[in-house]
């Protein structure tokens, strides 16, 4: 063949797709080893081994196009060695981006090094290169195709097998709707006394429910939260931390409900910690974490996750742009996960497969992103509750508005399809968020009650006294006995934590309430100031008492029943000393046990 009839346009286009390919194949490979080997978080889509080929695709080929355009220009004889080194280079600096430990310069220069190596290797047979490009290109986009395609058939041939397989179920057993509004603090809520009416839906319901007024999360961020809901079992009992994963050997509530017939359903908002990577979607048929969108595409290319690109992708105005350029700030900044989806479109997800449940009791689990920051909301949610300039705090009360808005058009439409009465629903929240208190701000920087204390009401005519409030704290980790009793499933399948049907109906010789704690982890990178920025906290809450163990080694004591805010600390008053040695040695005890 005589390669000279080959233009050499052509030729460019060949190396940028194969250099993209092979770029987002190992991107791809390096999230694989990640996720399902190290059980690390990648923060990826699990479309990720044909989305990082695309992405990387999409940022190479303009780059080629420049190519062929100066080249045409400046009449470059054989622009192929040169483009070879080009793209060498891209392709080394956009694989090493993700890791902050490699100083930027250093990054740049190993790449250029090597682009310029890989150029001096091309240069001796450029045709016989264009011939190897352009075949290597059409095998790697037969991979990509394959790969990705086969995970896509793998996922939906494994949802229809364990559909296919599913257990006897019984007729009399009622449906369970567990919905966690992510980021939602208790004390924000009309539902607790909050003087904005942002829970309108939920103050009617309350009179159909049990509400507890003093519900304690696991801990302040969301992964042992969600985790303690499923499995029963404290924060510090299940290993998870900011870049591990559930365990995959421990029971959760999902699995136990599909051995008894449950047809199960998850949808989630939240990419970062309760997708697919997180552990929490074992045991559902179907989960429906991350949707496609051009902007999660482009994230699963390296260059589009820096401050400078995902500034341009969140605002495309030329303004923006000039700025996000003048800054050329390279730091990782986003990760695909970033990419949340709206309440409406997690409410129509599960409605839409409510409608092809059929006769079959479902167990359905929906997460809410919209009040974590930036608290987004559509109008005329996002102005409810603001003047004519509107703080952090009136955005997150009206996005806590909208999600009120889209349970109560879930509990809606439940009941006209007339399966609410035979439906135990429950609406909770993972934890809360700081706004100045404490001088704190956000979340998973200590466990302080608006941090812990979480909203939770459960809904059940048929096995629930309606219209109770009940003010003994209670642990998250007790809400799944408190589901498995309530639907008569029977035992706990190995499951921790104690049902909480006790408080409204008493029995002899019923177990009382877990003991409920808190637990953070150290924090990673974080505020000096924060207390959890040296080591690990616990805290340990009674009918009155708040005890916390901060990750500087300071005791603090709050009067939980007089100081809602806490906002003394009595742990230096010496008539306080008794019940802080009580406390410390009664979470020390919980501690010590395996749940």
């Known amino acids: 063949m005589d390669h000279r009839h080959i233009p050499e346009q052509k030729s460019i286009i060949w190396a940028a797709c ?13 999230a694989g080893v990640k996720t399902l080997v190290l059980h690390r ?63 930027r310069w250093a990054s740049a220069l190993l790449a250029v090094g090597i682009g310029v190596q890989a150029a001096r290797f091309a240069g001796g047979a450029p045709g016989q290169w264009t011939i190897r490009l352009r075949r290597a290109s059409l095998i790697l986009g037969g991979v990509v195709i394959t790969v990705g395609g086969g995970i896509r058939i793998w996922r939906a041939v494994g949802e229809r097998r364990l559909l296919a397989s599913m257990p006897a179920y019984e007729a009399a057993a009622p449906n369970i709707l567990m919905i966690i509004l992510d980021t939602v603090r208790g004390e924000e809520m009309s539902l607790y006394g909050y003087a904005r009416p942002t829970t309108p839906a939920l103050d009617a319901r309350a009179r159909e429910s049990v509400v507890f007024d003093r519900a304690i999360s696991a801990s302040s961020w969301t992964l042992p939260s969600h985790a303690s809901l499923f499995t029963g079992r404290t924060g ?36 970062l910690y309760t997708s697919y990577e997180s552990g929490l979607a074992r045991g559902f048929a179907h989960y ?5 969108s051009w902007k999660l595409l482009l994230l699963h290319a390296s260059p589009a996750r820096t401050a400078m690109l995902s500034l341009i992708l969140d605002d495309r105005s ?9 800054g050329f700030r390279l730091t990782a900044s986003r990760v695909p996960a970033d990419v ?8 129509n997800a599960f409605l839409d497969w409510q409608g092809t449940a059929g006769a079959r009791p479902f167990f359905a689990f929906l997460n809410y992103f919209d009040a974590h920051g930036p608290y987004k909301s559509p109008e005329p949610y996002t102005s409810r509750f603001g003047g004519p300039t509107f703080s952090k705090q009136d955005r997150y009360d009206g996005a806590i508005s909208w999600l009120d808005h889209e349970v109560g058009r879930i509990l809606d439409s439940l009941e006209r399809r ?4 035979k439906t135990i629903v429950v609406v909770t929240a993972d934890h809360g968020d700081h706004f100045g208190d404490h001088k704190l701000n956000g979340h998973a ?20 006294p309606a219209g109770t409030r009940v003010s003994t704290p209670v642990s998250h980790r007790d809400v799944a006995a408190t589901l498995l009793d309530l639907a008569g499933a029977g035992g706990n399948g190995g499951l921790g934590g104690v049902s909480l049907t006790s408080l409204w109906k008493p029995v002899d010789g019923a177990r009382a309430p877990s003991t409920v704690i808190s637990e953070l982890d150290k924090g990673v990178n974080v505020d000096t100031l924060f207390p959890n920025s040296r080591g690990p906290m616990k805290a340990i809450i009674d009918d009155r008492w708040h005890y916390i163990r901060n990750g500087w080694g300071r005791d603090e004591l709050y009067d939980h029943r007089a100081d809602s805010l806490e906002k003394t600390n009595l742990t230096a008053v010496h008539a306080m000393q008794p019940e802080i040695v009580r406390l410390q040695h009664k979470l020390d005890s919980v501690r010590a046990l395996p749940r």
């Open 18 to 30: 194969f250099f993209a390919l092979l770029t987002g194949l190992i991107d791809a490979a390096i």
């Open 41 to 103: 978080f990648a923060w990826v889509s699990p479309d990720v081994a044909w989305m990082a080929p695309v992405a990387y695709l999409l940022f190479f080929l303009p780059v080629a196009l420049l190519i062929v355009a100066i080249a045409a220009i400046v009449r470059k004889p054989q622009p192929l060695p040169t483009s070879i080194g080009v793209f060498v280079t891209l392709s080394v600096f956009s694989l090493t981006l993700p890791y902050e430990q490699i100083a």
């Open 236 to 271: 510090g009992s299940l290993g998870v931390s900011w870049m591990r994963q559930l365990d995959p050997d421990t029971p959760v509530l999902a699995e136990v409900l599909r051995t008894r017939g449950y047809l199960t359903g998850g949808f989630v908002a939240n990419h």
């Open 288 to 292: 429906d974490d991350y949707r496609f």
């Open 318 to 326: 030329p303004r923006t742009v000039m700025r996000a350029l003048r």
């Open 340 to 347: 949340s989806r709206s309440g409406e479109t997690i409410t």
């Open 418 to 421: 007339g399966v609410l009465e």
């Open 445 to 464: 920087n200590s466990l302080y009650l608006s941090l812990v204390r979480v909203p939770l009401m459960i809904r059940y005519p048929a096995g629930m």
